[in-house]
């Protein structure tokens, strides 16, 4: 388990928040959204080559199971987190008592809409090659899903805080997992 994932547990308590955050996300930036008296996992994806998805997905659904201790458990997903909480209901439907999914694009099963996904994540990663951590980005947060970000009084504030946890290998390399 530790291969693919990190991660951060508070104590016990009747109902476990599992956080699964976006390509570019923290689990921590999803913890404001959690009642103060439940517990939280948080998960940080790790740079790993070994494994296929599939193992991934058995491999954390294992660990969830393993340090829930009874609670009732609540996957939050956003955006690729989202994606990941979805193959993790579908690997054992009664995992999760319920399931929060935010900004997330379900498992694509019309062929042109994987095609668009892969042809956009192609050229992430190009951009991700080709462009410096800080322009890279305000490249990623000046997308349209992104479009009142950067009216955000404090953007550039925002994205230095961003580059000092950016690892443009480890997005590369989520990229081609998830």
């Known amino acids: 388990m530790s291969d693919y994932f990190n991660l951060t547990l508070t104590e016990k308590r009747e109902r476990l928040w599992v956080l699964l955050p976006g390509l570019l996300g923290r689990a921590d930036e999803l913890e404001t959204l959690v009642p103060q008296s439940d517990a939280i996992m948080k998960i940080e994806y790790k740079l790993h080559d070994i494994g296929d998805y599939h193992h991934r997905v058995l491999a954390l659904k294992d660990h969830i199971q393993k340090h829930a201790n009874g609670a009732e458990i609540v996957g939050m997903g956003y955006s690729m987190g989202g994606r990941l909480l979805y193959s993790l209901i579908q690997s054992d439907p009664k995992l999760f008592h ?25 050229f992430v990663s190009s951009q991700l090659l080709k462009l410096p951590p800080i322009e890279f980005l305000k490249w990623w947060y000046n997308l349209p899903i992104y479009n009142t970000l950067k009216d955000y009084s404090n953007f550039l504030g925002y994205l230095s805080k961003k580059k000092s946890s950016f690892d443009a290998a480890k997005t590369q390399h989520l990229l081609k997992t998830y």
Do not use: C
């Open 98 to 122: 319920k399931a929060v999914f935010i900004s997330s694009g379900f498992p694509l099963f019309n062929p042109k809409d994987r095609y668009l996904k892969k042809t956009f994540e192609q």
